[in-house]
Each structure stands twice: as structure tokens, then as C-alpha cells.
Nanobody
Framework: QVQLVESGGGLVQPGGSLRLSCAAS????????MGWYRQAPGKQRELVAV???????NYADSVKGRFTISRDNAKNTVYLQMNNLKPEDTAVYYC?????????WGQGTQVTVSS
């Protein structure tokens, strides 16, 4: 089993920044993929950014140039630096880790962008 603990959400004004963190514990094998999804009210959950243990990354077009995903493999932790936040970034952000064919999810952290 894998447990994920997220932190770093909150309320921020448009143009502001937040940094999300997600620490994985348990049977976290190497070669995994860690990342972030988000779900806004009334919408489906969508990919934000993912990163492999080898350093490859993939971003949603809507966040390219504003968000940066990074990992500390020694700590099994993934980060999401979010800059120039917009109201449309408001959502619950979920951390995920994929190990072989199994996906694990965090409890979610709320990000609200509003003046």
C-alpha cells in the first residue's frame, strides 16, 4: 500500500504563487510516475503535470510556462510550483503516484484563486 500526504493549498490572489507538496510512503518502488491532477466544481478531473522518476515531465497546455513539477526521489516527494495563478486554476488538486499498473491518490488540497 501507498499513502500520499499533500500540503500547500490555500487562497491566493490572481497573479500569485503557491507551492504544493506531496509525500509518498509505503511500498513506493522506483520507476514510478508522480504527478498532479485537479478537479473544479462541475468538471471532470484533469491532468495538470506528471513526472517520471527519470526526470521526464508532461504538462497540460493550460499550465505550461506557469507551473513547474519537480521531484525528490530520495524523499518520494513531488512538488508543484504554481506561478501567475488565474481564477480558472481554482480546483481541488490531487497528488497521484503510479507504480506498475496501480494508481494511488491523495486526499486532495483546495486551491482558490480569487481577489
Amino acid at each position: 500500500q501507498v499513502q500520499l500526504v499533500e500540503s500547500g493549498g490555500g487562497l491566493v490572489q490572481p497573479g500569485g504563487s503557491l507551492r504544493l507538496s506531496c509525500a509518498a510512503s509505503g511500498s513506493v518502488f522506483s520507476g514510478n510516475v508522480m504527478g498532479w491532477y485537479r478537479q473544479a466544481p462541475g468538471k471532470q478531473r484533469e491532468l495538470v503535470a506528471v513526472a517520471t522518476s527519470g526526470g521526464s515531465t508532461n504538462y497540460a497546455d493550460s499550465v505550461k510556462g506557469r507551473f513547474t513539477i519537480s521531484r525528490d526521489n530520495a524523499k518520494n516527494t513531488v512538488y508543484l510550483q504554481m506561478n501567475n495563478l488565474k481564477p480558472e486554476d481554482t480546483a481541488v488538486y490531487y497528488c497521484t503516484v503510479v507504480i506498475f499498473t496501480s494508481a494511488y491518490w491523495g486526499q486532495g488540497t483546495q486551491v482558490t484563486v480569487s481577489s
